[in-house]
């Protein structure tokens, strides 16, 4: 078993499936970046930030890229960009700019958004067209349409090319900016067979993360035209998102982007295997199409979210909660496939001692979600998300479990 942490004895090692973003970078990466010529990027002088923003962007058919600490920051440099205070935006209900930025869209840009009901986290051509307001003083002015590919409340359900032409079509018809919250855009290239140079025309901004399945530690690139990334430059600076020696973090994004494309698959493929495992046990009420690297699923009446989470903690693998009674599991390139076989063995254990089930009492989170919809307009599109805990270095000295306060809330 390969393990989450990699380090001390067997015992110690974790399998970590809350989130693609608990991903260490590999051998080959470490050396790219201890190699990286390096610069200082807010006078413009780090050449691996160059070279990294100068890929990216010819990647996509994009005029220049923007190199930020977060897919946060490049999707709200990115809305403040396109909008003006009293704006609206159109997104979906469960969409990661809406749910889990903070508030960025009020604090950093008063905008308005406006919410259509998503099929896991997809909207439509048609749905948009119908909610762009007509030209009133009572009405925002209707700006910007965000599309989130894959949709991370949606399960990693990814768009087809045809919906985003035809949203893309729209938008250019009406007037609208078209903004593409891309944080595991790569996932959807390599399962639905489209790419970056399909992509890229369709979309006034695209913002990729690195540092998802991609691996790195850190890092997220904003896309867009020449004068686009000049003004989102100006508002980077602003957000404190400036970096000087950024250059040993590009050059593992450039080696990400070179090399760690095509194994997104078998983070598919591992993640198709555990929804499959899931469906067959007693304790799971629905499981989520597994279209990507995310399997999320509800648990069946009188079971407990949080026995199930502690029961695997116990077992060193750690899961997430989305909702009340929706639960988790993300790979991603630090599980392989004897850790897949850890995870099952473990969820098959558990129908088989009952340990996750509820309370005598029969209060149960999984009560009100178990049978469900999975990852339509329920639970998945609330508030809630995928704990975090414990530090590496904390779980390395043996002082916690990472993790500690597992399904406890974020976004990712």
């Known amino acids: 078993m390969t393990g989450a942490s990699g380090n001390g004895s067997k015992a110690s090692k974790w399998i970590d499936l809350r989130s693609d973003t608990v991903t260490r970078p590999t051998p080959g990466m470490k050396a790219a970046m201890m190699d990286a010529e390096v610069g200082d990027d807010v006078w413009g002088d780090d050449p691996t930030v160059n070279e990294l923003q100068a890929y990216a962007a010819q990647l996509f058919g994009k005029e220049a890229a923007l190199f930020c600490p977060s897919g946060t920051m490049t999707n709200q ?152 990334i000049r003004r989102a430059h100006r508002i980077r600076k602003v957000l404190g998102g400036g970096m000087r020696q950024a250059g040993f973090l590009a050059a593992a994004g450039l080696y990400a982007l070179q090399n760690n494309v095509e194994r997104l698959r078998d983070d598919h493929r591992r993640a198709r295997r555990l929804g499959a495992v899931l469906s067959a046990l007693p304790y799971v009420g629905a499981v989520a199409p597994v279209d990507t690297n995310i399997a999320i699923f509800t648990l069946a009446q009188g079971w407990d979210a949080k026995a199930i989470v502690e029961s695997l903690k116990s077992r060193h693998i750690l899961i997430s909660t989305m909702a009340p009674g929706v639960l988790r599991l993300v790979t991603h390139l630090d599980v392989g496939d004897e850790d897949i076989d850890a995870v099952v063995d473990a969820l098959q254990q558990l129908a088989a001692t009952g340990e996750g089930k509820a309370a005598a009492d029969g209060a149960t989170a999984g009560g009100k979600a178990g049978g469900g919809a999975v990852g339509t307009q329920g639970g998945l599109n609330g508030s809630g998300g995928c704990g975090y805990g414990a530090s590496p270095a904390a779980v390395a000295s043996g002082a916690a479990a990472p993790g500690a306060n597992a399904g406890t809330g974020s976004s990712e």
């Open 77 to 228: 440099i990115a809305i403040k960009v396109h909008t003006q205070p009293g704006d609206e935006l159109i997104c979906a209900d469960n969409a990661h700019i809406y749910l889990y930025e903070g508030g960025g869209i009020a604090f950093n840009s008063g905008v308005q958004p406006k919410l259509l009901p998503s099929d896991r986290g997809r909207i439509s051509a048609a749905q948009i067209a119908q909610s762009i307001n007509m030209e009133d003083s009572h009405f925002p002015t209707t700006r910007l349409v965000c599309l989130e590919n894959t949709a991370n409340k949606g399960g990693g359900a990814f768009y087809s090319l045809e919906q985003m032409q035809a949203i893309s079509t729209l938008c250019r018809e009406r007037g609208l900016r078209l903004h593409l919250d891309g944080a595991r855009l790569f996932n959807a290239f390599v399962e639905a067979g489209y790419g970056p140079g399909q992509v890229g025309p369709l979309f006034d901004s695209i913002s990729i993360c690195l540092s998802k399945g991609l691996g790195c530690p850190v890092g997220s690139l904003l896309l867009g035209t020449a004068d686009f």
